[in-house]
């Protein structure tokens, strides 16, 4: 059973930082793309970074030059550094990971259970 877990999370003022952290575990024979969204009340889920297995990333323009998306793949965990965060920031962030489970040959995605992060103004 592959599962994913997050923590990190957190009230913060604005200007502030938090780190969020999501760990893999489970029977594991690869880990792919590895990504993070986020859902506000009311609002759809958004993609904010992406990794992929050699380190390439994206961001959405919102968080560009603020947040930093990376992994330790030695130790199945990516990270979500989030700098000078702002109100609108504030939301339910969810880690997202493209695994292939030991034993299989399809690779599926799997979620974290979600962390809140609250930037107060």
């Known amino acids: 059973q592959v599962q994913l877990v997050e923590s990190g999370g957190g009230l913060v003022q604005a200007g502030g930082s938090l780190r969020l952290s999501c760990v893999a575990s489970g029977s594991i024979f690869e880990i792919v793309y590895l990504r993070w969204y986020r859902q506000a009340p009311g609002i759809q889920r958004e993609l904010v970074a992406s990794?992929?297995?050699?380190?390439?990333?994206t961001y959405a323009d919102s968080v560009k030059g603020r947040f930093t998306i990376s992994r330790d793949n030695a130790k199945n965990t990516q990270y979500l550094q989030m700098n000078s965060l702002k109100p609108e920031d504030t939301a339910v962030y969810y880690c997202n990971a493209d695994i292939r489970p030991r034993g299989t040959a399809v690779r599926r995605g799997y979620w974290g259970q979600g962390t809140q992060v609250t930037v107060s103004s």
């Open positions: 990794i992929s297995s050699v380190g390439t990333t």
